[in-house]
């Protein structure tokens, strides 16, 4: 695996506190572990002084199976899709060799003064196209 793999990936075991009096994981949590995998796959982007703000402007959680106490899950982020001011991301969330949910997250590039919609930077939008399969 290398660095930019391991960047896109959020490996842990699902504490108690993530689960429900039934033993299954909260469905907040499938999203804030997803949010996690997204920051580290971001973190990796390249550094621009004018960058815009990214704002979530949709986020969906598709579930196949429910995740329980102390599984082993990998939570990978990719690159979906890439839109003019938009980007959207996939986060798999793979438990053993089965895929228990799907994170779907799509943000918004804006301007930092007065928020309105502006186009993803030239640079950005080329460090996300060298992740499209």
């Known amino acids: 695996m290398n660095a930019t793999m391991r960047s896109s990936i959020v490996q842990t075991h ?28 971001w973190a990796q982007r390249p550094e621009l002084g004018d ?7 949709k986020v969906t959680c598709i579930l196949h199976r429910p995740l329980h106490y102390d599984e082993l899950v990998l939570f990978t982020a990719a690159v979906d899709k890439i839109g003019v001011r938009s ?29 309105m919609p502006v186009p993803l930077p030239e640079i950005t939008r080329d460090w996300l196209y060298g992740f499209v399969n």
Do not use: C, H
């Open 14 to 41: 699902v504490p108690f506190r993530d689960v429900d009096m039934n033993g299954q994981m909260f469905l907040g949590s499938y999203i804030s572990y997803a949010e996690s995998a997204l920051a580290n796959f």
């Open 87 to 115: 980007v959207g991301f996939l986060i798999a969330i793979d438990a053993g060799d089965e895929r228990a949910a799907e994170v779907e997250i799509v943000w918004q590039a804006q301007t930092r003064e007065d928020k």
């Open 51 to 57: 960058e815009p703000r990214y704002v979530a402007s």
